[in-house]
Structures are given as structure tokens and as C-alpha cells.
């Protein structure tokens, strides 16, 4: 069981950036697909991005349009969500989640991949 806590949530203004992050306390970071997703209220989760194990793959949601990065430290077992020109819109309660198998394919958009889920961060953007 591997266990994942996100942070780096918050209440800012449209226009500004935050950077989430995603913690597994109990290790075992190296050997997961990793995935960022996304959900607003009363709408469906949805995917942002996803990672390869080795970091050398990233995998975006089209709708992001180049706004959000993701990025990982294996040695420090922590994902990273890098966020800009943040908008109302994007006011979600942001979640990371870990997918056992390595190889990074279009099928990481769907949360059936994901064998592990964090409990979520909130990030509210204000106008």
C-alpha cells in the first residue's frame, strides 16, 4: 500500500502560480507511472498530466495549453505539478495518484489506470 500526500493548495488570485506536490512518506516513488488530476464541483475528475517513472516522459491534457508542468524527485519520492496563469476556472480539488505500470501511454488520461490516490488538495483561484 503506498500512501500519497499532496500540498502546496491554496487561495490566490487569477493570473498567479502555485506549485502542488506529492509526497509517498513510506517510499516506493521510482517504480510508478505518476498522474495529476483534477476535480471542480459537480463535475466529473479530470486528468492533467502523468509522468514516467524515470521522469524522461510527460504526458498533458490538450486543454492545459502549456500552463502546468509536471515533474518528479525520485530521491525525495515527491511529484510536482508546476501551475501558471492560474485562472478561476482551474479552482479544483487538485489529486495525485500512482499507476504500477511503467510504460506512459495515452491511457493514462483514464483513473483506471491509477492504482493508488492521494486525498486531495484544494486550490481556489480568485478574480
Known amino acids: 500500500q503506498i500512501q500519497l500526500v499532496e500540498s502546496g493548495g491554496g487561495l490566490v488570485q487569477a493570473g498567479a502560480s502555485l506549485r502542488l506536490s506529492c509526497g509517498a512518506p513510506?517510499?516506493?516513488?521510482?517504480?510508478?507511472?505518476m498522474g495529476w488530476f483534477r476535480q471542480a464541483p459537480g463535475q466529473e475528475r479530470e486528468f492533467l498530466a502523468a509522468?514516467?517513472?524515470?521522469?524522461?516522459?510527460?504526458y498533458y491534457a490538450e486543454s492545459l495549453e502549456g500552463r502546468f508542468t509536471i515533474s518528479r524527485d525520485n530521491a525525495k519520492n515527491t511529484v510536482y505539478l508546476q501551475m501558471n496563469s492560474l485562472k478561476p476556472e482551474d479552482t479544483a480539488v487538485y489529486y495525485c495518484?500512482?499507476?504500477?505500470?511503467?510504460?506512459?501511454?495515452?491511457?493514462?488520461?483514464?483513473?483506471?489506470?491509477?492504482?493508488?490516490w492521494g486525498q486531495g488538495t484544494q486550490v481556489t483561484i480568485s478574480s
Open positions: 509522468i514516467s517513472w524515470n521522469g524522461d516522459s510527460t
Open positions: 513510506g517510499g516506493l516513488y521510482g517504480a510508478y507511472t
Open positions: 495518484a500512482a499507476d504500477s505500470d511503467r510504460s506512459l501511454t495515452s491511457a493514462c488520461t483514464s483513473q483506471n489506470r491509477y492504482d493508488y
